[in-house]
């Protein structure tokens, strides 16, 4: 995390003192500062939330974890289970483990499908990013009406985290960072890019794999590119998009 350091916004600097201790961070206090500064990422509070910054985005814009449904979803909850991701999963699964939690848009699909969701995520600037998420996520009329709460969240190493999970779950959910082949769409090149640089790629993928079949209950879903080999050998069934591809191995 020597590339990233914290940018006082517009929130109070309580909230901004806590979150640098919290991650070991420095903190800028001016603008000036982190234009003229040696590092490549920003966390700042900004438009009610926090946000990851560049040099490019540092005085208006931003990436944050979204946390709305996405183009496409469905807003009633729980939404329906009709897509691909659903009919990977499972769609009488109770309980997931996102291993590979990133931004969270998974997580956070599945969530308002009605899953009970837990992921995981090792950056700890990332872990933020998704906690404020979350808190967000609570704030929501339709949270709070149905008293429902945000996905679990665990910070740490998914090999280490899903080897003393407290409960089994039905499903484990991975994502892997595997090498771009292709172009991407700039809102997806710019988040995608970016989590690449905090994360890189995950050389750990096939003990990730192992780790997460030993952990499951029912069922480990892989999801890559259409172009990656299947991580785990041959899968039980195969669900495929237009980009992708949802590999299932059932127990």
Not at 30 to 55: T, V
Not at 83 to 88: E, I, S, T, V
Not at 185 to 210: P, Q
């Amino acid at each position: 995390m020597n590339n990233t350091a914290i940018l006082c916004g517009d929130t109070d600097a309580g909230s901004v003192q806590a979150l640098g201790e919290r991650l070991g961070l420095p903190l800028l206090a001016a603008m000036a500062d982190a234009e003229s500064a040696h590092y490549d990422f920003f966390l700042c509070y900004r438009d009610g939330c926090l946000k990851l910054l560049d040099k490019q985005t540092l005085k208006k814009g931003g990436l944050l974890v979204e946390i709305d449904p996405r183009p496409g979803e469905q807003h009633s909850y729980p939404a329906p289970k009709k897509d691909l991701l659903a009919q990977a999963v499972g769609k009488k699964t109770a309980s997931i483990v996102d291993a590979t939690a990133g931004w969270a848009q998974d997580t956070l699909a599945l969530f308002r499908m009605g899953y009970q969701i837990t992921c995981i995520e090792r950056s700890p600037v990332m872990v933020a990013l998704i906690r404020d998420g979350f808190e967000r996520l609570a704030q929501k009329d339709w949270v709070q009406k149905r008293e429902l709460s945000p996905p679990t969240l665990m910070a740490g190493n998914a090999i280490e985290v899903l080897a003393n999970l407290p409960e089994q779950p039905d499903c484990i959910y991975l994502d892997p960072m595997f090498p771009p082949k292709r172009k991407q769409s700039a809102a997806t090149r710019k988040s995608m890019a970016i989590l690449r640089d905090i994360l890189g790629d995950d050389l750990d993928r096939e003990a990730l794999f192992e780790a997460a079949w030993t952990a499951a209950g029912k069922r480990v879903v892989v999801k890559s590119p259409d172009y990656a080999e299947s991580l785990g050998g041959m899968p039980s069934q195969s669900l495929r998009g237009k980009l992708l591809r949802y590999d299932i191995y059932l127990k």
